[in-house]
Structures are given as structure tokens and as C-alpha cells.
């Protein structure tokens, strides 16, 4: 299989600085990861685990106060890979977001211009974003397309957001955020806050774009693994800036290894008979100041697993099979 993006020790932190003194947050630390093309992946973990920041960091959307610190992330393009880390902010506008890889951003429905109806929208992002020169023609014709072949209907397009229920909004986005027909497309929390019939809705809208090929892969980024066991084949989990654990989504849901995974299945996936017998388990403690991150491993504090080793040695990412990876002493 080809490989689409491929991140190497990636380190990303936020540097905030006051009057006396400036601090790193390790958001994003030592993190490795391979997307194929036809995969649709799902990365889970708890609020502030990085998940937002790996999207950023995977477009290399680097804006103040995250800076990148090291590491290399590779995109193929035309079966070249190219170093994204290496290339300016300038060129990765025109040559990169959109056309190779596009986000569907946290909170982006809100976002929408209220006053513009939705075809000014999409004729704006598309001009400012990709082809300045393109009539505005020939970009409502090819909108109204796409809306047709994902079964959206045209009258939205003469629209004002405000109009529009909440998965309509995520849906139009999801559409306008793949009209060039990127590789990847990374939907980070596209269906929160919505109702589970909607979250339906827009999970088919981004099946629909993976099975008509209007994109090869997706990244969806969410803290509900009951969502992403709906749409993803493999399941990435991170915890306090590091994956923990990698593998076939089925598998980790009916094995899961990590300490860490197992308790963050047992408390979000819906849990039916158990909770009827009240044995609702959520991860003890709370998640660590990523400023001041624990040594060794960084479940260690939560860990009723933990050994000697794990406080003052960090766990490497160790192979369970060919496709399932667990970062956890437990299995050396
Ligand atoms: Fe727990 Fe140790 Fe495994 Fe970390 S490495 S999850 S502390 S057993």
C-alpha cells in the first residue's frame, strides 16, 4: 500500500511566555505515524491530549504560540515525498492545504459568515485559498456537482448559514473542504455536538467523498471512540502527546492493551448491559500538566498496572502483531 503522510519524532510544543518567564507544553512529543492510502483512521483520546494540535501539526499549520521543535512530516506528492516542515507558509497555501491534504477544523460550522449565502462562501474560500483566477461560474457549477453526487440538496447553495441545521453547516463544509479532491482529509471532531441521527448523516457525507474517491484517506480526530468505531479501520490512541497505542479498530475495541485504552473504552463506548449493573469505569485521576509532564511513562501516575521501570523509564513503542503496536512496559 502507499504511504500518504508519514510523521517522524514529531515534536510540537506551545511556548507561552509572560513578563519573568516562558513555558513549553508538550503537546505533541516524539510522535510517529504512518497513514497508507485507503485507511481511514481514527485517533481518540481524552480533551488536551493532543489530538487538535496533531491535525495542525500534520498540515503544518504552525501558528504562534505552537512552534515546531523537531522532526520530519512527509507527504507524497506524485509519488515524491516532500519534507512539509521544510516548505514556507506561502507555499504550503498554494501547494499543499486543499489540493493535497484538507481539515475539516474543530468548531469550523460555527465559523461560517452568517450574512453570505452559501455559494458567496464557497466561491471566496475557493478563490482565496486555490484558484484565484477561476470564474465564479465555474466554481458554483462545480460545487452544485459535488452537492448532487453527495446527495446534498442544490437549494442550499442560495442559503445563509443561519439557516441550516447543524450537520447541514458540517456536511456543506465537509464538501467545500474536498472540492479539489485532496488525498487526505482530516475532520478533527466533525461530529460533536450534534445529535447521534445527524452524527449519522455526517459520517455518511465523509464515507460517501472515501467511496466515490473524491479522497483517499481521512484522519478523524475525536474523543468518542463509539463515532469513530462507526467509520474508521485503525485506531490511534494518544495520551498526554504520545500515541500509546496503534492498531486494527476491531481488534483494540475486543483487546485492548494499553491501561490507558482499556479504561477509555470501558467508560466511552456505550457500555449497555454493564450500565445497568453500574459498573461505569472512567480513568482515575486526571489527565498530566503537559508543561511539567511525569517521567517515564506518562500513564504512571493513573496506572494501577505500573511497575518500577515505568516511573523512570519511558516505554517504547512495541510490535503485538503486524498491525498492533502498545507503547506499555506490561509487554517487553
Ligand atoms: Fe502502566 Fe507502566 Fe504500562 Fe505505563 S508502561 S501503562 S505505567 S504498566
Given at each position: 500500500m502507499s504511504h500518504i503522510l508519514?510523521?517522524?519524532?514529531?515534536?510540537?510544543?506551545?511556548?507561552?511566555?509572560?513578563?519573568?518567564?516562558?513555558?513549553?507544553?508538550?503537546?505533541?512529543?516524539?510522535?510517529?505515524?504512518?497513514?497508507?492510502?485507503?485507511?481511514?483512521?481514527?485517533?481518540?483520546?481524552?480533551?488536551?491530549?493532543?489530538?487538535?494540535?496533531?491535525?495542525?501539526?500534520?498540515?503544518?499549520?504552525i501558528k504562534p504560540p505552537l512552534r515546531f521543535i523537531s522532526g520530519k512530516v512527509i507527504l507524497?506528492?506524485?509519488?515524491?515525498?516532500?519534507?512539509?516542515?521544510?516548505?514556507?507558509?506561502?507555499?504550503?497555501?498554494?501547494?499543499?492545504?486543499?489540493?493535497?491534504i484538507s481539515i475539516v477544523p474543530q468548531f469550523a460550522m460555527n465559523a461560517l459568515v452568517p450574512t453570505y449565502k452559501v455559494k458567496r462562501i464557497i466561491t471566496d474560500i475557493y478563490k482565496s485559498h486555490y484558484e484565484t483566477s477561476s470564474d465564479e461560474e465555474h466554481i458554483i457549477n462545480m460545487a452544485t456537482k459535488r452537492f448532487n453526487d453527495l446527495g446534498l440538496p442544490e437549494k442550499v447553495l442560495n442559503m445563509y448559514p443561519f439557516e441550516l441545521s447543524g450537520g447541514m453547516k458540517q456536511r456543506v463544509i465537509i464538501a467545500i473542504a474536498t472540492l479539489m479532491n485532496p488525498k487526505l482529509l482530516v475532520a478533527d471532531e466533525p461530529t460533536s455536538a450534534l445529535d447521534v441521527i445527524t452524527q449519522k448523516m455526517v459520517l455518511k457525507t465523509l464515507l460517501d467523498i472515501y467511496h466515490k474517491g473524491f479522497i483517499k484517506s481521512i484522519i478523524f480526530v475525536s474523543h468518542d471512540i463509539a463515532s469513530v468505531?462507526?467509520?474508521?479501520?485503525?485506531?490511534?490512541?494518544?495520551?498526554?502527546?504520545?500515541?500509546?497505542?496503534?492498531?486494527?479498530?476491531?481488534?483494540i475495541i475486543r483487546n485492548p492493551m494499553h491501561p490507558y485504552t482499556k479504561y477509555?473504552?470501558?467508560?466511552?463506548?456505550?457500555?449497555?448491559?454493564?450500565?445497568?449493573?453500574g459498573e461505569i469505569v472512567t480513568v482515575p485521576g486526571?489527565?498530566?500538566?503537559?508543561?511539567?509532564?511525569?517521567?517515564?511513562?506518562?500513564?504512571?501516575?493513573?496506572?494501577?498496572?505500573?511497575?518500577?521501570?515505568?516511573?523512570?523509564?519511558?516505554?517504547?513503542?512495541?510490535?503485538?502483531?503486524?498491525?498492533?503496536?502498545?507503547?506499555?512496559?506490561?509487554?517487553?
Open positions: 508519514k510523521l517522524e519524532n514529531v515534536r510540537a510544543y506551545y511556548v507561552i511566555k509572560n513578563r519573568s518567564s516562558a513555558k513549553e507544553v508538550k503537546a505533541v512529543d516524539n510522535v510517529s505515524l504512518t497513514i497508507d492510502e485507503s485507511e481511514i483512521v481514527g485517533i481518540v483520546g481524552e480533551s488536551g491530549c493532543g489530538k487538535s494540535t496533531l491535525t495542525n501539526v500534520i498540515l503544518m499549520n507524497w506528492k506524485d509519488g515524491e515525498p516532500i519534507e512539509l516542515n521544510k516548505l514556507s507558509r506561502d507555499s504550503l497555501k498554494k501547494e499543499i492545504w486543499g489540493r493535497e468505531r462507526q467509520i474508521a479501520t485503525r485506531l490511534v490512541v494518544m495520551y498526554a502527546g504520545k500515541i500509546v497505542e496503534d492498531g486494527p479498530v476491531e481488534e477509555l473504552i470501558r467508560s466511552v463506548l456505550t457500555p449497555e448491559r454493564t450500565t445497568k449493573r486526571f489527565p498530566p500538566d503537559l508543561s511539567n509532564p511525569p517521567s517515564g511513562c506518562r500513564f504512571h501516575p493513573r496506572c494501577n498496572y505500573k511497575l518500577s521501570k515505568c516511573v523512570s523509564d519511558e516505554p517504547p513503542m512495541l510490535r503485538v502483531n503486524d498491525k498492533h503496536f502498545v507503547a506499555c512496559w506490561l509487554y517487553s
